[in-house]
């Protein structure tokens, strides 16, 4: 597969911060294959490169994502073998969001403008989700007479309830970024030009503490909702295990003991 222009996802590491950015404005970031590849080995990088403690992902332009990119796609009908469209979900759309859900560095999704489609599934499966105000997620796919992908179906129903996962769907209709913010999809609201610098306060927070902790604690939370009590627990108690093992747990536990600030460095 081509590889994406350099220009179209931007890329800096900044205080232990990983920033990846869509750069396709005049589309509004409907993001083509390449740009999905490119964003998916980022965040495999971010995940194995201990220098890196966080990461976010944002977008130039009025346009957080509206979408995949569909210029070039197969047209619909015509002589598809059935499993085509499976295949492509499958090693399309789906894994870009399952690289994101699976990143050990926690993800901030800094959404700037519309995220519609996969784009607004891009943003709700970071761990934490800021919006300029005039930002707005769109459940687009019944618009255009399709099943809503890349994981939206498993995403929603766990943020807002499966009723009003339903709704969204069964509607398409925008959800301004204050609405969001009532319904869960988003943490917090803030002026447009706010919007940088709300995101690198918290990703810079969050690249201070305990990387591997919060890498287990993600992994928890994400699997919460999948699992019984037992399979939970039990998971938990592991997680709790292996971080007991590491540099940062024993600087947190003798922080407190000698009564000052811990100071970790993510190992």
């Given at each position: 597969?081509a590889?994406?222009?350099?220009?179209?996802v931007?890329?800096?590491?900044?205080?232990?911060?990983?920033?990846?950015?869509?750069?396709?404005?005049?589309?509004?970031?409907?993001?083509?294959?390449?740009?999905?590849?490119?964003?998916?080995?980022?965040?495999?990088?971010?995940?194995?490169?201990?220098?890196?403690?966080?990461v976010?992902?944002?977008?130039?332009?009025?346009?957080?994502?509206?979408?995949?990119?569909?210029?070039?796609?197969?047209?619909?009908?015509g002589?598809?073998?059935?499993?085509d469209?499976?295949?492509?979900?499958?090693?399309g759309?789906?894994?870009?969001?399952?690289?994101?859900?699976?990143?050990?560095?926690?993800?901030?999704?800094?959404?700037?403008?519309?995220?519609?489609?996969?784009?607004?599934?891009?943003?709700l499966?970071?761990?934490?989700?800021?919006?300029?105000?005039?930002?707005?997620?769109?459940?687009v796919?019944?618009?255009?007479?399709?099943?809503?992908?890349?994981?939206g179906?498993?995403?929603?129903?766990?943020?807002?309830?499966?009723?009003?996962?339903?709704?969204?769907?069964?509607?398409?209709?925008?959800?301004?970024?204050?609405?969001a913010?009532?319904?869960g999809?988003?943490?917090?609201?803030?002026?447009?030009?706010?919007?940088?610098?709300?995101?690198?306060?918290?990703?810079?927070?969050?690249?201070?503490?305990?990387?591997?902790a919060?890498?287990?604690?993600?992994?928890?939370?994400?699997?919460?909702?999948?699992?019984d009590?037992?399979?939970?627990?039990?998971?938990?108690?592991?997680?709790?295990?292996?971080?007991?093992?590491?540099?940062?747990?024993?600087?947190?536990?003798?922080s407190?003991?000698e009564?000052?600030?811990?100071?970790?460095?993510?190992?």
């Open positions: 597969m590889s994406a222009p350099e220009d179209d931007l890329h800096r590491t900044e205080n232990n911060v990983s920033w990846i950015t869509l750069n396709r404005p005049e589309a509004m970031n409907a993001v083509t294959p390449a740009q999905r590849e490119r964003i998916i080995a980022l965040l495999a990088e971010a995940s194995a490169d201990p220098a890196v403690r966080a976010v992902l944002t977008a130039t332009g009025k346009g957080f994502c509206a979408g995949a990119d569909l210029r070039g796609a197969p047209a619909t009908g002589d598809r073998v059935a499993g469209v499976a295949r492509l979900i499958r090693l759309a789906q894994r870009l969001i399952t690289a994101v859900l699976d990143c050990e560095k926690p993800v901030i999704a800094a959404v700037n403008g519309t995220a519609a489609g996969i784009g607004a599934h891009l943003a499966a970071c761990d934490l989700v800021v919006a300029a105000e005039g930002a707005r997620f769109i459940e796919f019944v618009r255009r007479g399709l099943v809503p992908d890349g994981g179906a498993y995403l929603l129903p766990r943020l807002v309830g499966p009723q009003k996962a339903k709704e969204l769907m069964f509607f398409g209709d925008a959800v301004p970024a204050a609405e913010e009532r319904l999809l988003v943490n917090r609201v803030v002026p447009a030009e706010e919007l940088q610098a709300a995101a690198r306060e918290w990703a810079e927070r969050l690249a201070q503490g305990p990387t591997r919060l890498a287990m604690t993600k992994q928890l939370v994400n699997a919460s909702l999948d699992g009590r037992a399979a939970a627990l039990a998971a938990e108690a592991t997680a709790q295990e292996i971080n007991m093992t590491t540099a940062d747990a024993n600087e947190g536990v003798a407190f003991v009564r000052r600030t811990p100071k970790y460095l993510g190992r």
